[in-house]
């Protein structure tokens, strides 16, 4: 009987994520736990059969917001689409499609914007670069590998590179690799994987400064359930040799949602998303077509 639940399961049961939006301070979120998020929030969720997840706040002025978020299908995958936010309004392009992309990572450097995507059912890791909001496609940065969720931060001199590598136990192990050079010349932490834990490797979006101290969002996968709560953990120490990070609190979805894996800010604005799990009799063949739609 066990194994007939786990086969219906996989067949039926589908994750569903929704991004939502709150405007709140930095002091708020800390001193509240995360709790903050959900007092006042605005949803932003995509038309079937697709949904948004993992979005990165990009840009934010008095009367917009722009984002970039994962427009996954289930016909089609994982893309990328850059949503504008104004007031009730929301506007879609899509950017990127492919085999597969997710996580739009945003880091801006030199007053150019790059976008590093996860793309790891290809062998290489590019990253584009954002002009008069076009995106041109650049060389690759970390070559040999398949990175998973690339996060970046710059602190001192160094950019330091957090991931998970796909085939290493993606879910478990967090790699840290650093370099001057944002775009190359990256290298492997000596102590890599630097934490090896399921509870909070993955990351689940970008690093967050506040009052000095540097924190990184992580996911908690809690047994069958991908994406169960973010865990915020505090850096105490970065350099070529050590990495130490502390759990400082856990934030877990609302009680009408299985989940939240993903956890972005910027200038007073958090963006973050939720899951809901359903059955779904739809899924082989949403599943079989974009199988056959990858054989082309």
Not at 213 to 236: E, H, M, T, V, W
Not at 251 to 267: M, P, T
Request: glycine residues 4%; aromatic residues 16%.
């Amino acid at each position: 009987m066990e194994k007939i639940f786990k086969l219906i399961k996989s067949l039926f049961l589908m994750d569903v994520w929704t991004i939502f939006m709150s405007d709140t301070s930095l002091d708020n979120f800390f001193n509240s736990k995360g709790k903050i998020l959900f007092l006042k929030k605005k949803k932003i969720q995509s038309k079937k059969p697709s949904f948004f997840a993992d979005p990165f706040i990009f840009k934010k002025s008095k009367n917009k917001i722009t984002l970039f978020v994962e427009d996954f299908s289930y016909l089609f995958g994982g893309q990328i689409s850059k949503i504008q936010v104004i007031g009730d309004k929301i506007i879609k392009q899509k950017i990127l499609s492919g085999k597969h992309f997710s996580y739009p990572f945003i880091f801006n450097n030199k007053k150019k914007s790059h976008l590093f995507p996860e793309m790891n059912e290809e062998n290489r890791n590019l990253f584009f670069t954002m002009s008069k909001n076009k995106l041109k496609k650049s060389q690759s940065y970390l070559l040999g590998y398949k990175v998973i969720d690339p996060t970046i931060v710059k602190i001192k001199d160094y950019y330091w590179l957090f991931c998970s590598l796909k085939n290493k136990e993606e879910n478990k192990n967090l790699y840290l690799f650093y370099s001057k050079n944002l775009y190359s010349d990256w290298i492997a932490h000596e102590k890599n994987p630097v934490i090896k834990n399921v509870n909070y490797a993955r990351n689940a979006g970008n690093i967050i400064k506040f009052n000095g101290n540097f924190y990184r969002p992580s996911q908690l996968s809690k047994g069958d359930n991908y994406g169960s709560a973010i865990i915020i953990n505090k850096i105490l120490k970065i350099n070529n040799s050590e990495y130490i990070e502390k759990k400082v609190f856990s934030i877990l979805s609302e009680k009408n949602y299985q989940g939240i894996h993903h956890l972005s800010y910027l200038n007073g604005t958090f963006a973050y998303d939720q899951k809901k799990t359903v059955y779904s009799i739809f899924k082989p063949i949403y599943y079989f077509i974009k199988s056959l739609k990858n054989l082309y």
